[in-house]
């Protein structure tokens, strides 16, 4: 488990705040009109407690302690069901709208991604949706992931960091090395994260092997068609069961 550290879960918020693609998870979970919706990968719930309203459930889900409770204790968490798993706790035909944001769907490895891909279709009523993002491998962005030693201010104290990465193996699965020493009292904790780049055939193989239809690919938050160049590092996409 990499966020399996409360000072990692804090810097984690500091690193990824609030921003557009929160602003597209909400439109569209208010354009479809979602009743029920399940955040899985909810990290610590930033985006989560947002998508919370008046005649809808909203319920994040997890495998990293630190994270969730972080989104547990933050205000307006009491309004979330928060479990900690991942795919294994959803519930059959429950769920108008899925989400995976943060590129959740790059952290999950291997076969674990067909079973989560799986229990997501089951979990979907006849008409839900859903919806993740992932980078596009032809963009390469783990090219511009090393970063050298540095040292900067945080809430959990002055922070050295430095992020080296391994290419994709064969898989697709590129390592980053994230180096962190917690100056304040020497603490060094030394995090391996897999993430697994797929491209865009890939994935709509993945989900087309369980039942989900793609029903489109996005190159960013705005709605703009993804079209397979190695210019487009990003693909949003939406996935339904057939009508
Ligand atoms: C980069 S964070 C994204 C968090 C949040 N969704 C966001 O937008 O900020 C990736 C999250 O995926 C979670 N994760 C890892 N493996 C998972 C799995 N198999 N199923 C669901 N979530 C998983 C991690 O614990 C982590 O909180």
Redesign the pocket.
Known sequence: ???DDPRL?VL??VD?PDGP??DFFRRFADDLGAKDIV??????????ITLVKPGRTVMG????PA??ERAVTRPGGEAVNWVL???DVLTPCTADLI??????A????GD??H??LVAVARALRPYGRFVFEARNPAARAWTRWNDPLAERDTPVGKLRESVTTEPPDINGVVLMHCHNEFLDDGDVLDVEQPLQFRDRAQIEADLAAVGLGTLHVWSDWAGTSFGDTEAEPLMVFEAALPS
């Open positions: 488990m990499t966020y879960a984690y918020d990824n693609d929160h955040d899985l990968g909810c990290g610590t719930g930033l985006l989560t889900i997890d495998p990293a994270m969730l798993g991942a795919s989400i995976m944001s943060g590129n959740v790059m952290h999950i490895i674990d991604w079973t989560t």
